[in-house]
């Protein structure tokens, strides 16, 4: 194209001879850093523009974080968002200081005020929220839940100069707020950035660690840094100061186009603002959902392709960053909504010297794209099972009435976390449960089925190994009105949590559709394509009726007739948990080599002993199986939803299988609660060498169904690939790894 690219935003730059009397005056004065006269100009006139009593200026804002940090004295974990830029953890690191990554708002986009005070413990010491896309956050709930907790509260403000709520700037908020004047943002020095201050005591501790923590020529108060503007940013801030107002005017008239535009185009959903706030107008961002007819990517790389280059802001999430996805709080399971926002979000340009023209050029490429037909290709994952919940108007009815008709009786089936949720979102008049010796709960009675009146409302939140046996037994019993949790929070349009299985399949699914039509084609046998295809129409479009076709059958779950074992088999028992695993292969194989049982919990280690006490030449490893020598730690209370976490109760130690065994093995089975990936790693010498069979737990994480096969049949493409799933919910998924010269391999071939 002949004209220039337009890029997401582009410096606000006042006319050039504007500048120069400034630089003259640098000249002059020959004072060039050290707070000289324009910086202290320019602090006293950004106070009174922004409504702020102190204000510190850096030479740029992640300096500014880092110093806030020390000045309030940061230490042990800090909560923060995952949905950001990457140098609000940074800050974090660089203060030796753990980030704790909570969820999202799915509307704000900022921290979540009920996840935040979740993850508090007592390591924690502040919260580090952030505006993003200065959209404020919800700063009287974090007030409340620091004041409760004695913690400091501080706000990455990065992209909120100017904003303002009823109360005034919101920079007001928490005890430190800081501002980043990068050349990016809507108001800057070049490079910059700020720290707003309450009182005059902490501007002071704050300007001694911006200088070297120099109180006065001979005296050092704090290990400080150089942090310092010079006079040449300071002078550009002055004069910038005089053509902002313009420059956000700008701003707001192509804010207000893009709204006009896109506000009725399929599948693109424009980021809301409240109405009481002054906005900055900083960015546009809008959300590619699965109706539009490319995804995210595919919009941003066609845009590229016609010269408008967007930005995924934020895309990959700081959590998925190396030094930050160890985290236990990294993990995707716990960051659902980040995890969305992330895969759906698009900047689009936005910048006071855009063309008008240029503004129409892009949004008549947006809108041309949005009446093109959806691809359809002969067979994919993504065409037989579709990727966006099932469009059930029964559904939609019992929601509406089901939270809107107070003379209605609800109950809920089941007592697990999602009928809690439930229950603190609704009041019901109880719960159904037959396993169970609990009269009350969550201050509600819990009733018998056969105790319930049929004519009443009932949410089956069974979703783990039962969920097609209990809406059976619901039908069966006579109620009138039945729904399943999964399909009323589709119903609710995101006000009730997903299934977080569900939840994170669609996410993974919209990012990486490509990688389940390639493991697909990796598999074997028809049944394990069916068993794929079931599993996706269930977690991408809450079919439950899929789910009809398999069972719970724990005593087959890791011995299927391909991968029988045999006479000498050598097996490794990763997560031997109860023994339970052990004891079916040995009665399977009473003639086996040797049994190596991995479990690094006593307590479980304890009971698989009782448990194993009969057999010989089993010998009992008291650590868990991983990629390194490490000590991890481990929440393992939740049954099918135990997980490898840092804030978990239970510390274990763990360790690469190539180190803790040099002798071959035959038959390796691994159910680590989400550590499978790490240990296939820790093994892949014992892969190459010995070509074992392998039963691997593929259903932690939605992408364990196609990163797991990557890795393994890196290694060894010869592997024959099977899937199969043994619960009618979530759980239970196994993937198997069978040599074609296996002799159980070739007796279910034949």
């Not at 004041?147 to 509260?153: E, N, P, V």
């Not at 409240?274 to 699965?290: G, K, Q, S, T």
Request: glycine share 6%; proline share 6%.
């Amino acid at each position: 194209m002949s004209r220039r690219p337009v890029t997401v935003t582009q410096p606000l730059l006042p006319p050039l001879e504007e500048f120069i009397p400034y630089l003259e005056q640098i000249w002059e004065n020959r004072w060039l850093t050290n707070s000289g006269p324009f910086h202290a100009q320019l602090e006293s006139a950004l106070a009174d523009y922004l409504g702020v009593k102190h204000i510190c200026l850096f030479a740029n804002g992640t300096l500014a974080l880092v110093a806030a940090l020390q000045a309030l004295r940061i230490t042990g974990e800090v909560i923060t968002t995952p949905f950001s830029f990457v140098a609000t953890a940074h800050s974090l690191l660089w203060n030796g200081v753990r980030p704790v990554f909570v969820d999202i708002d799915p509307v704000t986009f900022n921290l979540d005020p009920v996840k935040v005070e979740a993850a508090i413990t007592p390591q924690t010491t502040a919260i580090l929220g952030v505006h993003i896309y200065g959209q404020p956050c919800d700063t009287t709930a974090l007030q409340r839940i620091a004041d409760t907790y004695g913690l400091k509260l501080i706000y990455d403000a990065a992209h909120a100069f100017g904003v303002q709520d009823g109360g005034g700037s919101i920079l007001r908020h928490g005890d430190l707020s800081i501002l980043s004047f990068h050349a990016t943002k809507v108001y800057n020095t070049f490079e910059g950035g700020a720290v707003i201050c309450p009182d005059a005591k902490i501007k002071q501790r704050i300007d001694y660690l911006k200088n070297f923590g120099f109180a006065d020529e001979i005296t050092v108060v704090a290990p400080g840094i150089n942090g310092k503007m010079n006079e040449v940013q300071a002078a550009f801030g002055l004069l910038q100061l005089k053509h902002i107002d313009r420059a956000l005017a700008r701003r707001q008239e192509i804010d207000t186009s893009y709204r006009q535009a896109l506000g009725t185009v399929r599948g693109i959903r424009c980021v809301t603002f409240p109405p009481d706030i002054r906005r900055n107008y900083a960015y546009f961002p809008v959300l590619v959902e699965p109706d539009f007819p490319l995804s995210r990517d595919g919009l941003y790389q066609t845009l590229a392709e016609h010269d408008f280059h967007t930005r995924r802001y934020f895309y990959p999430l700081i959590s998925d960053f190396p030094m930050y996805r160890g985290l236990s709080s990294a993990q995707p399971g716990n960051l659902p909504r980040a995890n969305e926002a992330a895969s759906k979000v698009l900047c689009l340009p936005i910048y006071p010297s855009l063309e008008d023209s240029d503004v129409h050029q892009l949004l008549s490429i947006i809108m041309h794209l949005a009446d093109q037909a959806l691809p359809s290709p002969e067979h994919s994952i993504s065409t037989s099972t579709a990727t966006t919940p099932a469009n059930r108007p029964d559904a939609q009815i019992f929601h509406d009435r089901f939270f809107s008709d107070s003379g209605i009786r609800r109950y809920l089936y089941g007592i697990n976390e999602y009928s809690e949720h439930l229950a603190r979102f609704i009041d019901v008049d109880g719960f159904i449960d037959d396993f169970t010796e609990r009269k009350t709960w969550l201050g509600k009675p819990v009733f018998r089925l056969s105790e319930i009146d049929p004519d009443c409302h009932v949410v089956s939140c069974i979703t783990a190994n039962f969920t097609h046996s209990a809406l059976d037994k619901l039908r069966q019993a006579g109620i009138h009105h039945i729904i399943d949790y999964i399909a009323l929070a589709d119903a609710s349009g995101g006000a009730l949590p997903q299934i977080r299985a569900i939840a994170q399949t669609r996410i993974d699914h919209r990012e990486h559709c490509a990688d389940y039509e390639w493991v697909r084609r990796q598999l074997f046998d028809a049944r394990s394509r069916d068993t794929l295809d079931r599993l996706m129409a269930f977690r991408l479009r809450g079919d439950i009726e899929a789910m009809e076709a398999f069972a719970y059958a724990p005593q087959k779950q890791y011995f299927e007739p391909f991968a029988w074992p045999q006479e000498g088999e050598v097996f490794v028992d990763g997560g031997g948990f109860d023994g339970s695993t052990s004891l079916e292969f040995a009665a399977r194989c009473p003639h086996f080599g040797a049994i190596h049982f991995f479990e690094p919990s006593p307590v479980a280690l304890d009971l698989a002993q009782a448990r194993l006490h009969a057999l010989d030449r089993i010998t009992y490893h008291p650590v868990g199986l991983y990629n390194r020598a490490t000590t991890l730690r481990f929440a393992g209370n939740a049954g099918s939803a135990s997980h490898i976490s840092e804030s978990g109760s239970e510390e274990i130690r763990v360790e690469p299988l190539d180190e803790r065994l040099s002798t071959p093995v035959s038959f390796i089975k691994l159910d680590l609660e989400g550590a499978e990936q790490a240990a296939l790693q820790g093994m892949a010498r014992h892969i190459l060498t010995d070509h074992p069979k392998l039963a691997v737990a593929v259903y932690h994480h939605p992408s364990d169904l196609w990163r797991i096969p990557r890795y393994i049949l890196g290694l060894r493409p010869d592997y024959r690939v099977y899937l199969r799933h043994y619960t009618e919910g979530w759980a239970e998924t196994v993937m198997f790894f069978v040599p074609p010269t296996d002799q159980g391999a070739r007796h279910a071939a034949d």
